[in-house]
């Protein structure tokens, strides 16, 4: 099976040795999104709402760059460096997301990359 590389300019460029995802077949696995402005690859603001916002505003720019939407995720992993936060995810994943919703994983890390608050990450299954 080819595998191709998923690439937007709607979202933060990599800063790293990585891909903004990658393809194989119907399969995308999609790298961790930060809460970076991709005009500016500055972070959004300091406010978290606002850093999980702007991540799941980065993830549907990758979704849509591979053929897909945020819906077609079947597997999200949410890096939190305070699980105080756990509601907040869950209403903000509410306004991006509607039943079925994808497997999940949320999980308190030490820090995450730029100071962020908080990282996202999945897998996105192509109709």
């Known amino acids: 099976m080819s595998r191709s590389i998923i690439h937007t300019d ?8 990585y891909s ?3 393809r194989v ?9 930060i809460p970076l402005r991709p005009d500016t690859m500055e972070m ?7 850093q999980a916002q702007q991540v799941f505003s980065n993830l549907k720019a990758v979704c849509e760059a591979a053929g897909g939407t945020i ?16 509601a907040k ?10 039943a079925p919703f994808p497997a999940r994983a949320a999980i308190e890390v030490k820090g ?3 100071g962020s608050q908080i990282e ?3 897998v996105l299954e192509l109709p």
């Open 89 to 98: 995810v869950n209403e903000i994943m509410s306004q991006h997301f509607a």
């Open 44 to 50: 959004v603001s300091d406010n978290f709402e606002e």
């Open 25 to 33: 077949g119907k399969t995308v696995y999609l790298s961790g999104q």
């Open 10 to 17: 709607n979202a933060p460029q990599a800063i790293g040795t």
């Open 20 to 22: 903004q995802a990658v």
């Open 112 to 114: 995450l990359p730029k």
């Open 120 to 122: 996202i990450d999945g």
């Open 71 to 86: 819906q077609d995720m079947v597997k999200v992993n949410i890096f939190l460096i305070d699980l105080g936060n756990f």
